[in-house]
């Protein structure tokens, strides 16, 4: 019941567990080239939440689905949290402090987007029954310059501070 679900309950610390490591892989990623294994990574996090099968990890658990506006929220808690603890490094000048921000801010909504990819239809996906599967395309759309020149090495940073 929600009435147990405490920070100590096991399946939030195992929830809090796999946070934390999708923190440290996009923090640790080195690659942010349209090539790098990153965006297919944070594709497959949108793709496992939605319910769908496919995963080899995922075979022997119950289905996982968490619904779209719920992702939302964590990732709107996720750049709360990370406002927070990037601006409070007083020891870390002013303006590296918003480049993180301003990272992990570019970084969670192409997350949510992925997200939107894959639980939001179009209306003709809709009226020919089709669905947005696949990572194919993850950098399309998406503004490489911006990304590429803000991402690269900043996200390191604030990810000791976020993660003490």
């Known amino acids: 019941s929600p009435e147990e679900l ?6 939030i610390k195992r929830q809090m ?30 793709i496992m939440h939605t319910g769908s099968p496919g995963f080899k990890h995922g075979q022997h658990r119950p289905e996982l689905r968490v619904e779209y506006e719920h992702t939302a929220l964590l990732l709107g808690y996720l750049e709360d949290m990370i406002v927070d603890a990037v601006m409070g490094m007083a020891e870390v000048e002013f303006e590296t402090r918003v480049a993180v921000f301003r990272a992990w ?17 179009g209306v003709e996906e809709v009226r020919e029954g089709k669905e947005k599967v696949g990572a194919a395309g ?24 976020l993660l003490r």
């Open 6 to 11: 405490t920070l100590q309950h096991p399946h």
């Open 17 to 46: 567990s796999f946070l934390r490591g999708y923190i440290l892989r996009v923090a640790g990623n080195a690659d942010w080239s349209p090539e790098s294994k990153l965006w297919e990574y944070m594709d497959h996090v949108a």
């Open 105 to 121: 801010n570019k970084v969670l909504w192409v997350q949510n987007d992925l997200f939107a990819r894959h639980y939001v239809k």
């Open 138 to 161: 993850v950098w399309d759309g998406m503004v490489r310059d911006v990304v590429i020149g803000t991402l690269g090495g900043v996200l390191m940073v604030g990810l000791f501070t």
